[in-house]
C-alpha cells in the first residue's frame, strides 16, 4: 500500500500570524510539494501574498484550494472530503498538504474528519500547529484585535458568541502538537521565555513550544512530525463541541525578508553502532537533556548491509532500514535542529559516547 500522504493542520485567531507562517514555508520549501487549503470565509478571499510565494516548483495555483463556505469545522462533509479526494485522486500527488483553519475554527473537528472512510487510508495528520500571539497573550488577550474577532464570529449565526476566547484557546492548546509562540520581536527575552514555560505546562506532554518572530519556521521543524493525530484523538480533548469559524489575515505583515536566526542546525557524524536499540533511546536521553527539535539521519548497524534511517520529533524515536549503504561509507551521520543556544559540543560528546 502507498505511504500516506501527510497533512499538517495550522490552527490560531485572527491576526496570530498563520498566513505568514505559511507564506514563509512556501517560500522555503526546498522542493518539497506542497498542496494547500484556505478556510477563508466572507469576501476576504486567498491572501494573494500566499499565490506569489508559491512558484511552480514549490506548488501552482491549482495546489492552492479555497474553502469559502464558511467554518471547515461545519463544512467537513460538503467541502473538506470532496476537496481532499481531490488532491489525493490527483496524478502528480503533492509531497504534503497544509491545511489553514479559519480564525475561530477548532482543530479536533477537522482532525477527527481524517478517519472518514474515503481519505483515512491514503492521508494522515503530520501534526497540528497552533500558532499564537505570543505580546497578545501575553497581555491576557489571546488575539490582538479582540473586537475584530468577535465582529467576524457575529457574521455566523451557527456559531456559539457567548463562548470566552480564552476558553477557545484551551481547546487550540489542548489539540497541538507543535505551539508556535509567534511575535516573540514583540517581548523580551524573559518575557518570552516565561510564556513559553506557561505554554509548555498547559500542553500536552511530549508538545513542542517553539519561539518565532514573523512566522519564520524551517521546514524541517514545522513539516515531518509524524505524530498521526488522527489515532491519538482522545488525548486531544474538547472542551467545546460547538463550532466556530472565522478567517485569518495576518495584521502582523512585515515585507520584508528575514532569517533563522532563532534556529541552528549541525551535523554529528560517528562509526558503527553495535547496539541499535540501546543507540535509540541514547539518542532520545540527548534530546530531553538538550532540549532538542528534531534529530534525523542514517545509522550503520554493525552486521546489517542496509543503513537505518533514524528520526525523532522531541523524544519520540522512531528507525526503520531503508536501503543497502553499497558502496557509500558505513558511518553514521545525524542532522540535529534546535533554537540557537543549543551547545553542540555537549550534543556531539553526547552522541558518539
Known amino acids: 500500500m502507498p505511504a500516506k500522504i501527510p497533512a499538517t493542520v495550522v490552527t490560531g485567531f485572527l491576526g496570530a500570524g498563520k498566513t505568514t507562517l505559511i507564506r514563509h514555508m512556501l517560500q522555503n520549501a526546498n522542493g518539497k510539494k506542497i498542496a494547500l487549503i484556505i478556510n477563508e470565509f466572507g469576501d476576504l478571499g486567498v491572501d494573494g501574498d500566499i499565490l506569489k510565494g508559491c512558484g511552480d516548483d514549490v506548488c501552482t495555483p491549482d495546489d492552492v484550494v479555497e474553502l469559502s463556505n464558511g467554518c471547515i469545522c461545519c463544512t467537513v462533509a460538503d467541502d473538506f472530503i470532496p476537496t481532499m479526494e481531490k488532491l489525493l485522486n490527483r496524478t502528480d500527488k503533492p509531497d504534503h498538504i497544509v491545511i489553514e483553519t479559519s480564525g475561530l475554527a477548532l482543530p479536533q473537528p477537522l482532525v477527527r474528519a481524517f478517519n472518514w472512510p474515503g481519505i483515512s487510508t491514503r492521508v494522515t495528520v503530520d501534526g497540528v500547529v497552533t500558532v499564537v500571539d505570543g505580546r497578545a497573550v501575553h497581555d491576557g488577550q489571546f488575539a490582538h484585535n479582540v473586537a475584530a474577532v468577535d465582529a467576524q464570529r457575529a457574521q455566523d449565526d451557527n456559531l456559539d458568541h457567548d463562548t470566552p476566547l480564552s476558553e ?186
Do not use: W
Open 168 to 353: 477557545l484557546f484551551e481547546d487550540q492548546i489542548a489539540c497541538a502538537d507543535m505551539i508556535v509562540v509567534n511575535k516573540t520581536d514583540l517581548l523580551d527575552p524573559p518575557e518570552a521565555d516565561a510564556l513559553t514555560s506557561r505554554l509548555q505546562s498547559q500542553s500536552r506532554a511530549g508538545v513542542q513550544v517553539v519561539k518565532a518572530s514573523m512566522g519564520a519556521l524551517p521546514v524541517d521543524v514545522l513539516l515531518g512530525q509524524g505524530i498521526g493525530a488522527e489515532d491519538d484523538l482522545a488525548a486531544r480533548h474538547e472542551i467545546h463541541h460547538h463550532h466556530h469559524h472565522d478567517d485569518d489575515e495576518d495584521d502582523h505583515d512585515h515585507a520584508h525578508e528575514h532569517g533563522h536566526d532563532e534556529f541552528e542546525s549541525f551535523i554529528v557524524s560517528r562509526g558503527e553502532i553495535t547496539d541499535a536499540t540501546a543507540f535509540a533511546g541514547q539518542v532520545a536521553e540527548v534530546i530531553r537533556s538538550h532540549n532538542i527539535l528534531r534529530l534525523k539521519g542514517f545509522v550503520a548497524v554493525t552486521g546489517k548491509p542496509m543503513r537505518q534511517t533514524l528520526q525523532a520529533v522531541g523524544p519520540r524515536v522512531d528507525t526503520y532500514f531503508d536501503q543497502p549503504f553499497g558502496d557509500a561509507p558505513r558511518e553514521t551521520r545525524l542532522v540535529v535542529i534546535g533554537e540557537a543556544g543549543l551547545d553542540q559540543t555537549a550534543i556531539t560528546a553526547a552522541l558518539q559516547a
